[in-house]
């Protein structure tokens, strides 16, 4: 049964992104650099302190003393520094809420695009600055990387996610393990849609690593209950050891509508090479040198 509905409509993310380039606008007006002043400035009056405190302005209220500061010295119109006051809000909003999302997310390591190497990957130079812009979500398009173990795919998949968090976007990051025990759990109180449809509110799922460990009933139940409910609706990134032709081999029962649904507007990326962590292995970067006369007896 279908759990499409109008909680999951594409143009809604696509007024996340917009927002985000709202946002970059307002960090580009913040240029009040840190410790601007040698001594700190005077505080906010009090009775100024309790307005913004009972108005939530929580992040004028912590910026507004060195902003008053720098405004007295420059001479500053009241347009101006109206602008610089609620521009520090919401940027400092902006922050907190993609620090929330970032915890939300639960991603496992915390493997940005600063830690990753192009020039290193097997992914085509152009798909990889392509899939980095994140447009694609904004289309509810798919990704599916595949290929041996080890090539890069989970590094990738995290740092698109980290990249779509910091332009305001919601997510949630799977192993096919962990979504069929959140989806096995739901049947106890047969609370198994209300639990979909939770997941599918970020904007982009990712499922971690499909194909490494047998998968059964429960796997082909919850992955298609997630392909369904995202279809044209939200993204899905999909991480596999196994080519997209070999997906419906791992469920016994086939997952025919499942794959075709999940492929129908995705972006299949093949990944080939030798594993970059037995490189490191091979290359001795696995571990850190042990130190000469270092105790081996423990």
Wanted: aromatic share 6%.
């Amino acid at each position: 049964m279908s759990t499409h509905g109008p909680a999951h409509d594409p143009y809604e993310t696509r007024g996340r992104l917009q927002g985000a380039e709202a946002s970059d606008e307002f960090a580009r007006w913040r240029d009040l650099p840190p410790r601007l002043h040698p001594v700190e400035p005077p505080p906010l009056p009090l009775d100024l302190a309790r307005l913004l405190y009972r108005l939530r302005l929580r992040y004028v209220r912590q910026a507004g003393p060195a902003i008053l500061a720098r405004a007295s010295e420059e001479g500053w119109d009241h347009t101006h520094l109206l602008k610089i006051l609620f521009a520090e809000e919401a940027a400092g909003r902006d922050r907190s809420t993609r620090e929330m999302h970032r915890e939300a997310a639960r991603l496992p390591s915390g493997k940005t695009f600063d830690a990753w190497e192009p020039s290193a990957s097997a992914i085509p130079g152009q798909a990889q600055w392509a899939l980095r812009a994140i447009d694609w979500i904004g289309r509810a398009e798919n990704l599916v990387l595949v290929g041996p173990s080890g090539t890069g795919k989970s590094h990738f998949a995290e740092a698109i996610a980290h990249a779509a968090i910091d332009r305001d976007l919601r997510v949630s990051w799977f192993t096919l393990e962990s979504l069929t025990a959140t989806i096995a759990r739901s049947r106890i109180d047969a609370s198994t849609g209300k639990v979909v449809e939770r997941i599918v509110r970020s904007e982009l799922v990712v499922v971690d690593d499909i194909g490494l460990l047998p998968a059964g009933a429960d796997e082909a139940e919850a992955s298609y209950r997630l392909v369904d409910a995202a279809y044209e609706r939200r993204s899905l990134i999909v991480t596999s050891n196994l080519h997209p032709a070999r997906f419906d081999t791992i469920f016994p029962k086939g997952l025919a509508t499942a794959v075709d649904r999940l492929l129908h507007h995705a972006h299949v990326v093949v990944t080939e090479g030798q594993s970059h962590r037995l490189t490191e292995v091979i290359d001795g970067r696995g571990v850190a040198p042990l130190e000469a006369g270092q105790d081996a007896g423990g």
